[in-house]
């Protein structure tokens, strides 16, 4: 049988994540801000902002903390003054899941594979000048150049799952 090679350019990713393995990671340093131990209370939060700082990149990063009202100290994820909710926490959690399932399913997307380029190189925002769609932008040449690909993403009770199809670059 002959073998007739895909006519398009493109490379698709899926990812699928547990919103309660995110939410853990977020209610462990929600407890820990109201801890009275200090110790316990600086290894959560810095558990929290090590996971956002590790899967952000910067512009992602400053719409976290004004989406959620968080403060900005010395880079890290700090807790409000005030107690957060119960459902605050869920809607971060919810949210940071999205971002995780949609920029892994963008880096198994990406022509090198995942490991071809980093959580910084892959920004998700709403489509600009368009009707908020989801998109992915990789920055390449030291973020000089952003490649457009496209993100299906959708959120059902304890899941989070997220496809990308991007396009081979021509070289």
Known sequence: MKQIPFPFAL???T???HIPRIQRLVARSVAASTSLDPAAATNQKTSLSRFVRRILCEQEQAYFKSKF???SIASDVQ???QPITAQTSTEIARWLAGRFAAKEAAR???PGGAS????KEVMIRAEAGGDGRPEVVYFREGGSVGQLGKLSISHDGEYVVATVIAA???L
Do not use: F, Q, Y
Not at 116 to 119: A, E, F, I, K, T
């Open 79 to 81: 807790l409000p003054p």
């Open 15 to 17: 990812d699928i994540v």
């Open 116 to 119: 071809s380029v980093s959580w």
């Open 168 to 170: 081979t670059p021509e």
């Open 11 to 13: 490379n698709i990713g």
């Open 69 to 71: 009202r968080l403060s």
């Open 108 to 110: 198994k997307a990406a």
